[in-house]
C-alpha cells in the first residue's frame, strides 16, 4: 500500500510570487541617484490630464498610487517630481530579472514587466526550501539589477501572491499550508483575484467584507449570485487556486490602444479613430499570422470610468472591416479619451496559421 502521507505532501506545489517594488519609479532613481529618497511619478503630464503609473514609496507617503490622475497627485504633493516613462529601461532591467527567475525553474510565469509567477516543486524535491530559493532570487536581484523584490511563497498562486503583497517593500512572506486559511480570514474580499470593484460591491450588499465572511456564504448563494464565478469565490475563500503556472509565453490577445489629449465627442471622429485601431490590430494579427473570434473594445470617459465590451463571432475574424463591424456600436455616442481594441487569437482557417509556435 502506498504511504498516502508522502504521496500527499508530494501533491502539495511550491509557487513563489516576485514583485518587483515601485519598478517604474525605482529604475529611475537607481539611474538618476538625484532622485532618490524624493517622491517619484512616472506616468502622464499633469497639466494634461495624464495619470500615475507607478511612484515612489516616498510619493506613496502622500496617498499617491497608480492610476490616479497625474493632476491630483500633484495637488496631493506639489513637490513631487513627474518622469515621463522610459519603457526601454524598464524592459531591460525586466529582461534582466526574468533571466534570474529562469535560472531556478522553467516554470515562470510573467504577469508583467514586473512580476512572475514560479513553480518550484521540483527544485524543492530534493530538500531545498522554497524560502531559500525566494531569499536567494531577491539577493540575486538585488545584486544583479541594483532594484529590489518582494517574494511570496505559498502553495498556489492566489496566496503566494497576497503573500508577496504583504511585506512589500522588501519584503519577504512565507503562508504554509497550514496557515492558508486564518491567513486570508480577515482580509477585505478586494484583495482577491478576480474580485473587482463592482464584485466587492455586490457582496457587500449580501454582508461580505471579508474572506471569512465570504467562507460562511453557501456555495449555491455564490453561485446563484455570480454563476461559475461564483464557484470560483467558494474556493478562494478556502484557499484552493488550481490554476498551473504556465511558462509558456501563449498569446492570450493582440490588441492597440491609445490615449488622447482631448477627449473624443464627434461620432465621425470617434469611428475613424477606431478604423485607425482596427487597423493596427489587423496588421498586427496578420505580421503574426492569427486569426480570433473575440474582440473587444475598451473605452475610457472623461470621469475615468472605464468600459470593455466583447463580441464573440462564428467565424474568424482577422481584418480591419471586421474589427470595426463588431467594435463600433460600443462606444457609440460616449466622449471618451482611450480607446483600445484587441482581439483574442484562436487556431483560424487563415492560411498563414502556423498552430505551433507563433503564440
Ligand atoms: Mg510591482
Redesign the pocket.
Known sequence: MPDQRSEKASDVRKIIHV???A?FAAVEQRDHPELRGKPVIVGGDPGDRGVVATCSYEARRFGIHSAMTAARARSLCPQAIFLRPRMEAYRDASRQVMGILRCYTPLVEPLSL??AFLDVSAATADGVLAVQIAREIRARIERETGLTASAGVSYNKLLAKLASDWRKPNGLLVVPPEHGLAFLAPLPVGKLHGVGPATVKKLSSMGIYTVLDLRNASREALIAQFGKTGLWFYEIARGIDRRPVQPSRQRKSVGTERTFPENLEDPKVMLATLQQIAGQVATRLQALGLAGRTVSIKARFPDFETVTRAHTDAQTIWHTDALCLFARPIGQGHPCRVACARIRPVAGRDREWSGQSQC
Do not use: A, C, L, T
Request: charged letters at 65%; glycine letters at 0%; zero cysteines.
Open positions: 514583485d518587483m517594488d519598478f514586473d512580476e
